[in-house]
């Protein structure tokens, strides 16, 4: 596609609950990059993708957060076991090969713990 | 650690003022610098870079961005704002040893342009 799509565009979750924000890059991308914005702050960085591989998965909170990319395209970020401090905006770029720039962001993912 | 500090958290200004927004780096190395602007119910969108070269760095609607790099600083500048300038602006950086390119991000600064 033209861009990078988001998906689900609004999530509402109980707590304790399992959820999966998904995330299509651009075609060819092979950078792809996860961050969280909690209200009133900026983006913070979860995990990076060079290709299938999570090359950087140091902004990753706890181990209820994981995130796949089995073919290099589309990922997939799992939270486990939400709680009310997960809800934020789950933010996804990708980028033709990282490092330098270049990166294009997707409208993001707002997730809300009830 | 590696970060970026955006002093100003609310600015507020009329038409056709001057905007100055400041943005403090941390890293002493080679950085790569960025200003994106987040307008309402929109993504984020890059308004201008800085990786090497002149450090007064020109980008899209009329901002533009100096690199200081005694003071670690890249401010965000704006000779006359227009209100469809409101929206939020956030400073960032990459860079470091094995630079993959991740984004470190300031807190944002909201500004509200007055008609």
């Known amino acids: 596609g033209a861009g990078v799509s988001q998906t689900p565009s609004n999530k509402v979750t109980e707590k304790g609950k399992y959820v999966e924000l998904r995330c299509d890059p651009i075609?060819?991308?092979?950078?792809l990059y996860w961050y969280r914005q909690s209200l009133g702050q900026g983006p913070e960085f979860l995990i990076y993708f060079q290709g299938t591989g999570a090359a950087d998965d140091s902004g990753l909170p706890n181990d209820r957060f994981f995130a796949v990319r089995p073919e290099g395209s589309v990922s997939t970020l799992k939270i486990q076991r939400t709680e009310r401090g997960d809800s934020a905006v789950y933010l996804c770029?990708?980028?033709?090969?990282?490092?330098?720039?270049?990166?294009?962001f997707g409208s993001g993912t707002r997730l809300t713990v009830v | 650690a590696q970060s970026v500090s955006q002093h100003n958290h609310h600015v507020i200004l009329s038409e056709a003022a001057s905007l100055e927004l400041g943005c403090n780096y941390s890293y002493g190395g080679t950085v790569n610098l960025f200003w994106y602007v987040q307008y309402p119910g929109q993504h984020l969108q890059l308004l201008l870079k800085?990786?090497?070269?002149?450090?007064l760095v020109k980008g899209i609607k009329g901002f533009e961005a100096e690199f200081i790099k005694s003071k670690f600083s890249f401010n965000l500048r704006k000779p006359s704002v227009q209100w469809s300038d409101t929206a939020e602006y956030f400073c960032a950086s990459t860079g470091g040893s094995g630079n993959t390119g991740k984004l470190i991000f300031g807190q944002g600064t909201t500004l509200q342009v007055k008609p």
């Open positions: 075609s060819g991308h092979t950078a």
């Open positions: 770029a990708s980028s033709p090969s990282g490092g330098t720039g270049g990166y294009t």
């Open positions: 800085y990786f090497s070269g002149d450090p």
